[in-house]
């Protein structure tokens, strides 16, 4: 799980750049944003799914 957590952060970190990019106008950065985000949303689900894994193992 933390594994997965600290590859979300990359993710989040790796697009700055581009976020300031798109917000300034560059349609480019702005395909690349929702490129990145997409896969942020799946890695965040990654997480979530580990998260629930654990709490069900340790109820058992």
Known sequence: MLETY???KKLVESIEDDVRKAAGGN???GTRVRK???D???TA????VKVLETRETTEE
């Open 6 to 8: 600290e590859q979300l």
């Open 27 to 29: 349609k480019a950065a």
């Open 36 to 38: 990145m985000m997409q």
């Open 40 to 42: 942020i949303k799946n």
């Open 45 to 48: 689900q990654a997480v979530r």
